[in-house]
């Protein structure tokens, strides 16, 4: 094992699958001479030269789609946004071009791509830089999505993801590239897509929550555990291919649920796997499903208006109090 | 033929830091500034007094904005628009005062150009419900549509087409109005300028592209990120186009009131490529690797403001006594801008939920 950073666990699979497979490249905003922005892509412009890491100009819709259409033709790009909420110039290519190609052409043509970068809010940056797409993108069939929480996560998933023939979204945050973790030095390590993970053992209520919402799941918990609640955590890592068993095993032991999730209510992520517990464990639950989530309205600038429209541990805590009965 | 070296192929055109990697790239090259005097550019002893008033607020609220933010007094980004003041000061004096403005998320200058106080521009960067947009927009959102400034937009290339909506509004009222849309160099390369830029033509709508190309779009020179002169975008579109020296105010008035009155008389818009440098990082954390000091420099020595000033005393508009009044009274409304900022309160929280809808008991899901 070694501790990384969650920025250089990203790098260190790029770098991998980079050398191990020469169709593999990389495009998007500042991601070559300048580093990176969030500097996930540093050196290795100077390790695998121009023609394979590419400075775009700020082109979403061209450069995704660019992508789109080099996967097609055999390569296997990964395609940097500075963040996803810029992605959203690129949906077009994303939901209209990426997803529905294969199936189109009757299976004639493959659209092996990854499209990675920050998802969600990251501080005070306003109404249009602060919004979960996750639960979007996963609406529409065709994608995988994954949305990691830990280092160790984000290697072995992002290896897989540019392995894949599929074309895969990975989010990151903004706000977790610094956060260190142990990362398996394992030779090729890789983690499945749709695998998702138990992360704290506990009897009493399964927290479900990924991404950046997974480390307030586990302060939760720990002030949770001083007053007996022991919470089992579980992290989905891949919001689709969505993990169900592994969260209904949890369920059926804890009887009761809370989601956490980083989107706004209606018709995301929490909702799905609330509605999916009904159906699949409705007679072993003792207290409604329950989630934690934004509020329906739009990111505010000001710090405590934002504090109060992101979800808190409190608001956890709050949540798992309310079905502890 | 002979197959090429894969490590010979190259996409993006190269040029930071070193020399082997092409050099840094030169941002801009300025037009020559006008020549004309501000009496024959019809401007009054008056006028130039509050233009060197209004650039040096621009200038002065910012430094204290920044100093504010290195002090934590707020969070998010902070994009100073300091060397560029020239740009919105000569276009705001040669529009109509009705006239529509829209911009990017360097919108501090234009904002106070259109009429948000200090205090309320300062009470906006802290997040404070005093703020020209309730604290809820930050440094990016300064708007003051009462003035018609409709805002400064987060999304580069993302405000371009409502521009030329508020175009289409006017004309479709034959209210007389124009609208302005300015933006990046950087913005030159988002589909949606291309789309609005042949609506408007086709439909004849009074607006004005405007690119304040800075030299850089974040770390990467305009000659890295887009190709030939931008100004040559109009060509396409059969429209019509000016480059205007932007680290001159007298040269940005000139140029815009005569396309201003143009637009206002044809109804067909117009693409402008106004040429200027920002002094500072592209927001606060940047450490500009990609540019040279003497390249700064070169600009800082032409400094906007310098030049009004020198104008304004060797034109004997001023003395240095009355400049020095001007300079102090501005350095007190900005530094009471602080402590306004500071002593004003934030948003009660029930304002989360207001602005959201039209209606005073809207639905929101739960
Ligand atoms: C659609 C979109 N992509 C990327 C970004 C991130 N971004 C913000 S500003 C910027 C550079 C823009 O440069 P330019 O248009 O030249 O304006 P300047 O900052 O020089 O005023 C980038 C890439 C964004 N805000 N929106
Ligand atoms: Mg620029």
């Not at chain 1, 798992?320 to 009965?325: A, D, R």
Request: hydrophobic letters at 40%.
């Amino acid at each position: 094992m070694a501790v990384l950073q969650f920025r250089e666990a990203l790098k260190h699979a790029i770098d991998e699958e980079m050398s191990r497979d020469e169709r593999v490249f990389v495009m998007g905003e500042e991601v070559a001479e300048y580093n990176g922005a969030y500097k996930v892509t540093e050196g290795l412009l100077d390790k695998y030269g121009y023609r394979r890491v590419i400075d775009t100009p700020i082109s979403e819709l061209g450069f995704a789609g660019l992508g789109v259409g080099a996967a097609m033709n055999g390569l296997r790009p990964i395609v940097e946004f500075m963040t996803f909420n810029f992605a959203v110039l690129a949906a077009d290519q994303i939901i209209n071009h990426a997803t529905k190609v294969k199936y189109m052409t009757g299976g004639q043509a493959d659209c092996p791509i990854v499209f990675r970068g920050p998802n969600a809010s990251a501080g005070q940056l306003g109404a249009t830089h602060s919004v979960a797409y996750d639960s979007m993108y996963a609406h529409f069939p065709g994608l995988k999505v994954i949305y990691v929480s830990e280092p160790n996560d984000a290697k072995g998933l992002m290896k897989s993801a540019i392995r894949d023939e599929n074309p895969v979204l990975f989010m990151e945050s903004e706000q977790m590239y610094g956060l260190k973790g142990e990362v398996s030095d394992e030779e090729d390590f890789i983690i499945p897509i749709g695998k998702g993970k138990i992360k704290r053992e506990g009897s009493d209520v399964t927290l479900v929550a990924h991404g950046k919402m997974y480390h307030l799941a586990v302060q939760a918990a720990n002030e949770l555990a001083k007053d007996g609640i022991e919470c089992e955590i579980i992290d989905p890592r891949t919001v689709k291919p969505l993990d169900l068993e592994l969260i209904l095993k949890s369920v059926k032991k804890t009887n009761r649920c809370i989601v956490i999730d980083e989107a706004h209510p209606f018709a995301g992520f929490a909702a799905e796997i609330g509605f999916l517990i009904q159906r699949e464990a409705f007679d072993y639950l003792d207290a409604p499903v329950l989630r934690v989530c934004l509020p329906d309205v739009n990111a505010p600038f000001s710090k405590p208006l934002f504090d109060a429209w992101l979800p808190s541990p409190k608001q956890i805590i709050d949540a798992v109090k309310q079905v502890s009965y | 033929m002979a197959k090429k070296a894969t490590s010979d192929i190259r996409f993006a055109p190269t040029g930071m830091e070193s020399p082997e990697k092409g050099g840094v790239q030169k941002g801009v090259d300025l037009p020559a500034a006008t020549r004309k005097k501000h009496k024959s550019l019809g401007l009054t002893a008056q006028q130039l007094k509050d233009m060197y008033h209004q650039m040096y607020l621009q200038r002065r609220f910012e430094e204290r904005a920044m100093q504010q933010y290195q002090k934590g007094k707020f969070g998010g980004f902070l994009h100073l628009y300091i060397g560029q003041e020239a740009i919105s000061t000569g276009t705001v004096f040669a529009f109509n005062n009705d006239d529509d403005i829209i911009t990017a998320y360097r919108d501090h200058g234009w904002g106070l150009c259109r009429g948000i106080s200090a205090n309320e521009g300062m009470a906006e960067l802290f997040g404070k419900a005093t703020g020209c947009s309730g604290g809820k927009g930050g440094s990016m959102h300064f708007a003051n549509v009462k003035e018609h400034f409709w805002g400064g937009y987060g999304i580069v290339g993302g405000h371009i087409p409502i521009a030329s909506g508020l175009a289409f509004a006017n004309k479709y009222n034959a209210n007389g109005r124009i609208s302005a849309c300015f933006f990046g160099d950087g913005a030159v390369d988002q589909g949606a300028l291309h789309e609005t830029m042949n609506l408007a033509q086709l439909w004849k709508l009074p607006t004005i592209f405007v690119v304040e190309n800075n030299g850089y779009s974040m770390g990467t020179a305009a000659k890295r990120h887009t190709v030939a002169e931008i100004v040559d975008r109009a060509k396409g579109y059969g429209k019509k186009s000016a480059v205007i020296n932007g680290m001159d105010v007298f040269s940005v008035y000139e140029k815009m009131k005569e396309i201003a009155d143009d637009v206002r008389e044809h109804s067909e818009p117009w693409f402008v490529e106004i040429r200027t440098y920002r002094y500072r990082g592209h927001s606060m954390s940047d450490p500009q690797k990609y540019r040279t000091k003497e390249e700064l420099e070169e600009y800082q020595n032409i400094d906007p403001i310098e030049r009004l000033k020198s104008y304004l005393v060797a034109e004997k508009v001023c003395n240095e006594a009355e400049i020095s009044s001007i300079e102090e009274s501005i350095e007190d409304e900005v530094l009471a801008a602080v402590t306004f900022a500071d002593e004003s309160p934030f948003p009660d929280q029930s304002e989360l939920y207001t602005d959201m809808f039209v209606e005073d008991n809207p639905y929101f899901h739960v």
